[in-house]
């Protein structure tokens, strides 16, 4: 009978209403009715029926009147399945009982209260059933939600409001929540037919409250307690049906007895993938993805439109996923924090993987550095995890893989914080606490609720190991995990249990340099008036703006500075590339070791200028600059925000630093003041006559040193190594031989001519870092003739000189 009504003829053949497909004829139309798609919705619209025909619509009740109070009030008309509480339309409900009686004596109740309020109850309304077939991404339906979102920002009143709005518009609401509970418990009962005892955890942001509607279902298979596998059980048996009429196989074809004792990984999720595919209704396209950090099964949920993972060894998930409610728990303020962060950070293209690892922040790395943000506000908003492991009972005490997991598993067991800080001004310090962070001379661990330096973590962990390797040997074990280094990159954010593990690893160095830049123009935004006051003409004010993305393009460049103002290099501080030796070095130097890496940098720097590049030392006026890289000095003392001393640089002269093209290797003593400080009286001279102009100026004290170049050495390279390599095996990437980029140097100067009027520039070294990331700057000034052609030069040496200097720092020891 169903099918006369959902099947109508067309000029073309038919059209089923159901599945909104068309059919060409009779015998398409037959196998179209007999198809999965066809009977799934089939079934899924006789259970809304049934659903719809055992539920009462409820309204008229307060806002925090919640689920449990509601199943309560009407379990007493008979059993309830399910509450759903439509927050986002309004205050209604829908109460769902196990049978049709009890939505009967519910509705022959004339009077219902709860908290004296008088209740609406009727009958549920019957909505025709409907597939909805244009599929939005997730994206688009995100974007969708955001657009909404903007006039209900801009009309807000304050920062704080605009914050708690974002928060109502984009979680994850009850009812889909619900959902996918449901869906978890539809999957257990499967699982649990094959896998005895088996459990199916939820973790991740389905449900560590910072979840968005349309984020993904991750879950893990828990099978410590399952001993064997059930090859034998069976699908529910009108799913088998279904089921093989996918491709013709039964489930005993594809599900053979394998012994759970001794099955691999990759052989468990195989078994979990064929029996996602073959038993549990809806879900589709399933895949098993081996190659990630921690292997998973794919799938997608039709019904719901949802992406799911399932992982089989993710403990560890499951618990900072519990630590992660736990947080949002302690301090109302964290989840308005997180919402506004991930919403930016996405706006900016700062976050968002695409399939998990990627070279962008992910959501858990985004949410982990509002909490180590909070544990250093001041007063602290949020405790540290040590402080929160002293705080939790014996009953709470958790290891997992040998990582101490423990924390209270109540939020009232940690006393609240002073911190009277408020949104608006927490966002803001966010941001100006990231702004100038040093990423790449500290670790952040929330463990310690404090940043790290990198080497003293170093010398900390190798310390450990030799303590724990010592301990194995002795009692002849293993070695356990806890013996890794984090893999250590431009951004160093340690899990919090898993204190091998860098979050972040997978950053590139260019996505830790967008992040830090978008944070110093937030907190440049976040001073203005337009972002503390509301516009009262109706403009983009508060998080609006902070939310626009970037229109991208050349002017963004401009935006860093070097466009069009000063020529300044930068060299990064980038530990994984160093030699051992030099890590150790700089282990031992623990907080100072940064003038000891900025003196090895500036010895690098001289090796590419005068070995690698061939510019001469100094010029014809040289005896009025000590730009000579023999003559300059190095005055760590001078550098942003470093304690080092002269004293300290001396002492560390031993490693191989003096000699020639060592800043310091001269005459002049370390600190002493530089005649490069004062200007020249006449920028038109020719460098041979008068010294040249050096536009604001070096600072006093920074190394610095003078170079004439009279060949265009950065023009045409590439060819000139394109047919080196021919001749010579080697054939590494620009920037990566020392010996082949000094050939093509030599191959320039040989046949090329001399530029008209040679380069005399200098070179001024600063070293930055401590309350910003660790780096070297180089601060080019350009003579009073020839800007332009120092200009293209300087170009050049954007990219060559950091990648040279690692090549010639990877090789220093
Ligand atoms: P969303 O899915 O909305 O992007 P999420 O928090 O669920 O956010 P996933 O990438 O799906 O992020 O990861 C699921 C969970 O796995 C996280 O909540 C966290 O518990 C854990 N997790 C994710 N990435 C890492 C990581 N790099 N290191 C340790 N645990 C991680
Ligand atoms: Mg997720």
Redesign the pocket.
């Given at each position: 009978m169903e099918l006369e009504v959902d099947i109508i003829t067309t000029p073309k053949g038919f059209h089923c209403n159901l599945c909104n497909t068309d059919v060409p004829n009779k015998p398409s139309l037959d196998e179209h009715v007999k198809g999965r798609k066809h009977k799934t919705l089939t079934d899924v619209r006789a259970t809304r029926k049934a659903q719809e025909e055992r539920s009462v619509f409820v309204s008229g009740f307060e806002k925090d009147v919640s689920q449990t109070q509601l199943t309560e009030y009407f379990q007493r008309f008979g059993d309830v399945a399910n509450v759903i509480i439509d927050k986002d339309k309004g205050v209604y409900a829908i109460v769902q009982f196990s049978e049709i009686e009890g939505q009967l004596t519910a509705l022959s109740q004339l009077v219902h209260e709860i908290n004296g309020r008088r209740l609406r109850v009727k009958p549920r309304e019957k909505k025709g059933f409907k597939l909805i077939n244009k599929k939005k991404t997730d994206f688009e339906n995100l974007q969708e939600v955001l657009e909404r979102l903007r006039p209900v920002l801009v009309q807000a009143e304050t920062v704080n409001e605009q914050m708690q709005c974002v928060v109502e518009r984009i979680q994850l609401s009850e009812n889909k929540r619900k959902a996918r509970e449901l869906l978890v418990q539809l999957i257990q009962e499967v699982f649990t037919e094959f896998f005895p005892d088996s459990q199916i955890l939820s973790f991740?942001?389905?449900v560590n409250t910072f979840g968005i509607h349309s984020?993904?279902l991750?879950l893990f298979l828990d099978l410590d307690n399952t001993k064997t596998f059930q090859a034998r059980a069976k699908c529910p048996t009108e799913l088998v049906a279904e089921a093989s009429s996918d491709d013709g196989r039964s489930e005993d074809s594809i599900l053979s007895d394998i012994d759970l004792s001794t099955a691999s990984p990759a052989e468990l999720l195989e078994l979990v993938a064929a029996i996602l595919k073959k038993c549990v209704p809806g879900v589709n396209k399933v895949q098993v993805v081996a190659s990630a950090r921690l292997p998973v099964v794919k799938f997608h949920y039709h019904q719901l439109d949802l992406q799911g993972?399932i992982s089989i060894n993710n403990r560890l998930a499951v618990r900072n996923t519990r630590f992660l409610q736990l947080c949002s728990g302690l301090d109302a303020r964290l989840r308005p924090l997180v919402y506004t962060i991930r919403y930016w950070a996405r706006q900016k293209q700062l976050a968002g993987n695409v399939g998990g690892a990627g070279p962008l922040l992910n959501?858990y790395a985004l949410t982990l550095l509002v909490i180590f943000f909070l544990q250093n506000s001041d007063p602290p908003v949020l405790p540290t995890v040590d402080q929160l492991k002293d705080m939790a009972c014996e009953e709470e005490e958790c290891v997992i893989e040998g990582w101490d997991c423990t924390f209270p598993s109540q939020a009232i067991a940690v006393p609240p914080s002073k911190n009277e800080q408020d949104l608006c001004v927490l966002l803001a310090a966010f941001f100006s606490f990231y702004a100038t962070f040093d990423f790449a001379g500290n670790v952040i661990s929330l463990r310690e609720g404090r940043a790290l330096p990198i080497t003293s973590f170093l010398s900390q962990a190798r310390e450990e190991t030799q303590e724990e390797e010592e301990d194995a040997m002795e009692e002849e074990q293993p070695r356990q995990p806890h013996n890794q280094t984090p893999k250590l990159g431009p951004l160093n954010l340690l899990d919090p249990f898993e204190l091998s593990h860098n979050v972040a690893g997978n950053l590139s160095e260019r996505s830790q340099h967008n992040f830090q830049r978008e944070c110093q123009e937030a907190e440049k935004y976040c001073r203005s008036l337009q972002y503390l006051r509301k516009s009262t003409k109706g403009k983009p004010w508060g998080l609006v703006r902070l939310f626009t993305p970037h229109s991208d393009g050349p002017n963004r460049k401009k935006q860093d500075g070097s466009a069009d103002k000063e020529m300044s290099v930068s060299i990064p501080f980038k530990l994984a590339l160093l030699p051992e030796g030099l890590r150790n070095q700089l282990q031992q130097a623990g907080d100072g070791f940064r003038p000891l890496w900025f003196q090895r940098v500036c010895v690098a720097v001289v090796q590419v200028f005068q070995n690698v590049l061939k510019c001469s030392p100094g010029s014809s006026t040289e005896s009025v600059l000590s730009g000579d890289p023999c003559h300059a000095d190095v005055a760590p003392g001078s550098c942003d925000s470093m304690e080092a001393t002269s004293e300290e640089l001396n002492t560390s002269n031993d490693s191989g630093v003096a000699g020639q093209g060592s800043p310091r290797s001269g005459t002049a003593p370390a600190g002493s003041k530089r005649p490069l400080s004062s200007e020249s009286s006449d920028a038109s001279s020719p460098p041979q006559e008068k010294k040249p102009r050096l536009g604001s100026g070096p600072k006093p004290g920074a190394p610095c040193w003078t170079w004439t170049q009279t060949h265009a050495v950065w023009a045409g390279r590439r060819k000139v190594r394109r047919e080196l390599i021919k001749e010579t095996v080697d054939s590494r990437p620009e920037g990566s031989s020392t010996a082949l980029e000094t050939q093509v140097t030599d191959h320039i100067v040989e046949k090329e001519p001399q530029v008209k009027v040679p380069l005399v520039f200098t070179v001024q070294a600063r070293l930055v870092g401590g309350t910003q990331s660790t780096k070297v700057l180089l601060k080019i000034h350009p003579p009073s003739e020839g800007k332009e052609l120092l200009r293209d030069f300087f170009h050049f040496l954007e990219i060559f000189l950091p990648k040279m200097v690692d090549t010639l720092m990877e090789k220093s020891m």
């Open positions: 991740g942001s389905s984020c993904d991750d993972d959501n």
